[in-house]
T-cell receptor
Framework: GQQLNQSPQSMFIQEGEDVSMNCTSS?????WLWYKQDPGEGPVLLIA?????ELTSNGRLTAQFGITRKDSFLNISASIPSDVGIYFC????????????FGPGTSLSVIP | DVKVTQSSRYLVKRTGEKVFLECVQD?????MFWYRQDPGLGLRLIYF???????EKGDIPEGYSVSREKKERFSLILESASTNQTSMYLC?????????????FGPGTRLTVT
């Protein structure tokens, strides 16, 4: 079946550093979404992207819809301890109503 | 703020038991979803519903059924629980139309089947 790959699988960074992670697919996607999951909670939607090349920010977070439509990127600037969690990308190919596919997640740890 | 609530945060059941997981949303969303989350596998869609009494199979529907009798409530049923159904179960909801893919999740139910 379709798969999304996320890189890196996990990250350990110092507080204040910038973070970059990405999500790739072998198939073209029409929508990319980024979620964050805090320990013991459900995922929370951070950013939704609907057009190739689109760059969208939400506070210290910036996400981009790749030009090839096969990838997306998430950057976090000046990380803080509450950024800790698992970041999931999700994509929709547009062939199935309301069905999105989730990546396996990138686990982020921030060292104070 | 959208609120999606799930009936239990933790549940322990025995093999063969019938298990009901309940989900309620308060935003009048058309769509509701059930996922299971396992380490390294991300979220996998079990079933979804885009209207009352409507349901569609997701990627892993085997061993599960669902019920949506009211717009705000979506139930996941494990007819005969098995140990390989031990997992975190997440409910989500969304509007229909152009924003259908922006899903709002509940806190999850961690189910252990012994």
């Amino acid at each position: 079946g379709q798969q999304l790959n996320q890189s890196p699988q996990s990250m350990f960074i110092q507080e204040g550093e910038d973070v970059s992670m990405n999500c790739t697919s072998s198939s073209i996607f029409n929508t990319w979404l980024w979620y964050k999951q805090d320990p013991g909670e459900g995922p929370v939607l951070l950013i939704a992207l609907y057009k190739a090349g689109e760059l969208t920010s939400n506070g210290r977070l910036t996400a981009q819809f790749g030009i090839t439509r096969k990838d997306s990127f998430l950057n976090i600037s000046a990380s803080i301890p509450s950024d800790v969690g698992i970041y999931f990308c999700a994509g929709r190919r547009g062939t199935s109503y309301d069905k999105v596919i989730f990546g396996p997640g990138t686990s982020l740890s921030v060292i104070p | 703020d959208v609120k999606v609530t799930q009936s239990s945060r933790y549940l322990v059941k025995r093999t063969g038991e019938k298990v009901f997981l309940e989900c309620v949303q308060d935003m009048d969303h058309e769509n509701m979803f059930w996922y299971r989350q396992d380490p390294g596998l991300g979220l996998r869609l079990i079933y979804f519903s885009y209207d009352v009494k409507m349901k569609e199979k997701g990627d892993i529907p085997e061993g599960y059924s669902v019920s949506r009798e009211k717009k705000e409530r979506f139930s996941l049923i494990l007819e005969s629980a098995s140990t390989n159904q031990t997992s975190m179960y997440l409910c989500a909801s969304s509007f229909g139309g152009a924003r259908a893919y922006e899903q709002y999740f509940g806190p999850g139910t961690r189910l252990t089947v012994t």
